[in-house]
């Protein structure tokens, strides 16, 4: 295993420097393999006392960090950090795409979600990723104009602002700004997939002339990548605030650009200048002596997760331990019929009705429990009908790609966020207009929008409606008071990458490290995946005598969390990735 030297020179004068007391995660490693013991060991837990961020980025994890010692809140850190992201990991998350934050007010001790999700455009219709009556393959589908949302994120972080921030909003800008003016070195991370998605990418000339030199080759590793183009976009919704990306040209290039690809799309205008992000109430439930707590419908994530965990709370997780295959097959039975349900009655509350308190509902999920067998797998779980509606709803065939990004933050206040941002599929759409890239968000509704029967789909396409979503930040309280902040990135795995963090500290006692760190497994309600080259491969025999199909898989997850335990923080970021704990 080699320690990546390129960490530390990415350390600028802007970002670094005077800050004694920080605590900083040793470096990520590269292409590592899992150790037998506890799956990744190369990281150790950081801790802090006053505050803490977490991020992806060592440099989106510096701009948050200084913002925190500036006096800032949780929100003005995240916001930070996110405009940084979107320039040293832009084929996570940005501009270009969407949100949910989850936010705990400590003095008036008020949960909140901001949701930030694209919408479909006004013209958008049902059938719009049928060819012949035929779902179009997904390559078809995703990387064009067809694919692209309304971006709602600049709006959702400006409203969490309005809302929670402390310092000047055009502060918030000025360490992307500055990063994009003077230039950021290529990551290992950034490198590798410029390389695996060259292809798509590279055929979008914009987007070639930003990532790939002259001769077509990607940017090597610790080359310094400028981008004028975004820090000028910055500098105006810093002096303007959302409006200046949501009107004007920048706006009607964003149009331009969608509607300009080969197979475009039909954003307008109008849809940019009417996009609204909305503050929700978070989707809670019970587990043990936990409260959690997250992003609502048109997120299943935290759905699913509390699902999973009212299932698995019938079951002996915490004597069972992580290296038992028992503990294994309860967890991906319980993911199995959870994405049972998810398939079925997820979508955006204000088209269909989600039943969500039916679903969450302790004698359902017994029942739901009881379907389990000690000694055989479910195969595949059938839904259940919580609420009356499954005769009248189809199956969802959306495909969600691995990518997006995750922060965490505590601030000195004792605010604590959890935001998950995502331009969906790695780079989005492979749009790229004034120094960002499009998502390609739509693809995550369902390519059919009804069944044979004539049944409808709960999350079809439809104008101005927010795609489902897997992403999953969470909140977690114990007796009333904040204990665990978590997320990560990662497509419809999301859901099982949180869950076995939870079960990892919450049942375990592990610290946030070395639950991160866990191997990753689960089902999807198909085969039970689990993660390639970790000590889960031991299991497969055992497994499969219970009847399980059993894959391996990369898992490359992306987990931040930060635990709250007897006043002191203590942070993890997923070693499978380039992320950064800074703390004091």
Same mark, same amino acid.
Not at 1 to 17: D, E, K, N, T
Not at 89 to 96: A, K, V
Not at 513 to 525: E, M, V
């Given at each position: 295993?080699?320690?990546?030297?390129?960490?530390?020179?990415?350390?600028?004068?802007?970002?670094?420097?005077?800050?004694?007391?920080?605590?900083?995660?040793?470096?990520?490693?590269?292409?590592?393999?899992?150790?037998?013991?506890?799956? !990744?060991?190369?990281?150790?837990?950081?801790?802090?006392?006053?505050?803490?961020?977490?991020?992806?980025?060592?440099?989106?994890?510096?701009?948050? !960090?200084?913002?925190?010692?500036?006096?800032?809140?949780?929100?003005?850190?995240?916001?930070?950090?996110?405009?940084?992201?979107?320039?040293?990991?832009?084929?996570?998350?940005?501009?270009?795409?969407?949100?949910?934050?989850?936010?705990?007010?400590?003095?008036?001790?008020?949960?909140?979600? !901001?949701?930030?999700?694209?919408?479909?455009?006004?013209?958008?219709?049902?059938?719009?990723?049928?060819?012949?009556?035929?779902?179009?393959?997904?390559?078809?589908?995703?990387?064009?104009?067809?694919?692209?949302?309304?971006?709602?994120?600049?709006?959702?972080?400006?409203?969490?602002?309005?809302?929670?921030?402390?310092?000047?909003?055009?502060?918030?800008?000025?360490?992307?700004?500055?990063?994009?003016?003077?230039?950021?070195?290529?990551?290992?991370?950034?490198?590798?997939?410029?390389?695996?998605?060259?292809?798509?990418?590279?055929?979008?000339?914009?987007?070639?002339?930003?990532?790939?030199?002259?001769?077509?080759?990607?940017?090597?590793?610790?080359?310094?990548?400028?981008?004028?183009?975004?820090?000028?976009?910055?500098?105006?919704?810093?002096?303007?605030?959302?409006?200046?990306?949501?009107?004007?040209?920048?706006?009607?290039?964003?149009?331009?650009?969608?509607?300009?690809?080969?197979?475009?799309?039909?954003?307008?205008?109008?849809?940019?200048?009417?996009?609204?992000?909305?503050?929700?109430?978070?989707?809670?439930?019970?587990?043990?002596?936990?409260?959690?707590?997250?992003?609502?419908?048109?997120?299943?994530?935290?759905?699913?997760?509390?699902?999973?965990?009212?299932?698995?709370?019938?079951?002996?997780?915490?004597?069972?331990?992580?290296?038992?295959?028992?503990?294994?097959?309860?967890?991906?039975?319980?993911?199995?019929?959870?994405?049972?349900?998810?398939?079925?009655?997820?979508?955006?509350?204000?088209?269909?009705?989600?039943?969500?308190?039916?679903?969450?509902?302790?004698?359902?999920?017994?029942?739901?429990?009881?379907?389990?067998?000690?000694?055989?797998?479910?195969?595949?779980?059938?839904?259940?009908?919580?609420?009356?509606?499954?005769?009248?709803?189809?199956?969802?065939?959306?495909?969600?790609?691995?990518?997006?990004?995750?922060?965490?933050?505590?601030?000195?206040?004792?605010?604590?966020?959890?935001?998950?941002?995502?331009?969906?599929?790695?780079?989005?759409?492979?749009?790229?207009?004034?120094?960002?890239?499009?998502?390609?968000?739509?693809?995550?509704?369902?390519?059919?929008?009804?069944?044979?029967?004539?049944?409808?789909?709960?999350?079809?396409?439809?104008?101005?409606?927010?795609?489902?979503?897997?992403?999953?930040?969470?909140?977690?309280?114990?007796?009333?008071?904040?204990?665990?902040?978590?997320?990560?990135?990662?497509?419809?795995?999301?859901?099982?990458?949180?869950?076995?963090?939870?079960?990892?500290?919450?049942?375990?006692?592990?610290?946030?490290?070395?639950?991160?760190?866990?191997?990753?497994?689960?089902?999807?309600?198909?085969?039970?995946?689990?993660?390639?080259?970790?000590?889960?491969?031991?299991?497969?025999?055992?497994?499969?005598?219970?009847?399980?199909?059993?894959?391996?898989?990369?898992?490359?997850?992306?987990?931040?969390?930060?635990?709250?335990?007897?006043?002191?923080?203590?942070?993890?970021?997923?070693?499978?990735?380039?992320?950064?704990?800074?703390?004091?």
């Amino acid at each position: 295993m080699r320690v990546r030297p390129w960490v530390g020179a990415w350390c600028i004068a802007l970002l670094c420097g005077g800050a004694a007391s920080q605590t900083v995660a040793p470096a990520a490693h590269e292409n590592v393999n899992p150790e037998a013991a506890s799956g !990744y060991t190369a990281r150790q837990a950081v801790s802090a006392q006053r505050f803490m961020v977490a991020t992806a980025n060592p440099l989106a994890t510096q701009a948050g !960090y200084r913002i925190l010692q500036a006096g800032g809140s949780a929100v003005d850190a995240a916001i930070a950090a996110q405009l940084v992201l979107g320039l040293t990991e832009p084929q996570s998350s940005g501009l270009g795409g969407g949100a949910f934050l989850v936010h705990y007010a400590a003095p008036k001790r008020q949960l909140r979600v !901001y949701d930030a999700r694209e919408t479909a455009p006004a013209a958008a219709r049902p059938d719009r990723f049928l060819r012949d009556g035929k779902p179009l393959p997904f390559a078809q589908a995703v990387n064009n104009g067809m694919s692209v949302g309304t971006p709602g994120l600049l709006r959702g972080l400006e409203l969490a602002h309005r809302q929670q921030g402390k310092l000047p909003w055009r502060s918030l800008f000025q360490p992307a700004i500055a990063l994009a003016t003077q230039g950021f070195e290529v990551s290992p991370r950034l490198h590798s997939l410029l390389v695996a998605t060259q292809a798509e990418l590279a055929a979008q000339p914009a987007a070639a002339r930003y990532f790939y030199a002259s001769d077509g080759q990607p940017w090597p590793v610790g080359h310094v990548l400028k981008n004028p183009e975004y820090a000028e976009v910055l500098r105006r919704v810093a002096d303007k605030g959302a409006d200046a990306f949501y009107h004007g040209d920048i706006a009607h290039d964003i149009v331009a650009a969608v509607r300009a690809h080969a197979k475009p799309g039909d954003l307008s205008v109008a849809d940019l200048a009417g996009y609204r992000a909305h503050a929700r109430d978070a989707v809670c439930g019970e587990y043990r002596a936990y409260r959690l707590c997250g992003a609502p419908p048109p997120s299943s994530g935290p759905l699913a997760v509390l699902q999973m965990l009212g299932i698995m709370q019938h079951f002996p997780m915490d004597k069972l331990g992580p290296r038992s295959v028992e503990a294994v097959h309860y967890f991906a039975e319980a993911g199995r019929l959870a994405f049972a349900d998810r398939g079925f009655y997820v979508g955006d509350p204000a088209f269909t009705k989600v039943p969500v308190r039916q679903m969450l509902d302790p004698g359902y999920l017994a029942r739901r429990a009881a379907l389990i067998h000690p000694d055989r797998s479910l195969g595949t779980a059938l839904p259940g009908d919580p609420a009356g509606l499954l005769a009248s709803r189809a199956a969802d065939d959306a495909l969600e790609v691995p990518s997006t990004s995750h922060i965490v933050v505590v601030d000195a206040q004792g605010d604590v966020l959890s935001m998950t941002s995502s331009i969906e599929s790695a780079f989005g759409s492979k749009i790229f207009v004034r120094g960002f890239l499009l998502n390609n968000e739509l693809t995550d509704f369902s390519l059919s929008f009804k069944d044979p029967e004539g049944r409808l789909v709960a999350n079809r396409v439809q104008p101005g409606k927010r795609p489902r979503s897997s992403m999953a930040p969470m909140i977690v309280f114990r007796d009333d008071e904040p204990y665990m902040a978590v997320g990560a990135p990662g497509g419809s795995a999301i859901i099982n990458y949180v869950a076995k963090t939870l079960v990892g500290v919450l049942d375990w006692n592990l610290d946030i490290q070395q639950a991160i760190s866990l191997p990753n497994l689960g089902s999807r309600n198909q085969a039970t995946e689990l993660e390639r080259g970790t000590y889960l491969e031991d299991m497969m025999p055992a497994l499969q005598g219970m009847e399980h199909e059993v894959k391996t898989v990369e898992f490359p997850s992306g987990i931040q969390g930060i635990v709250i335990k007897d006043g002191t923080l203590i942070g993890g970021t997923d070693p499978r990735r380039e992320g950064l704990v800074l703390g004091e």
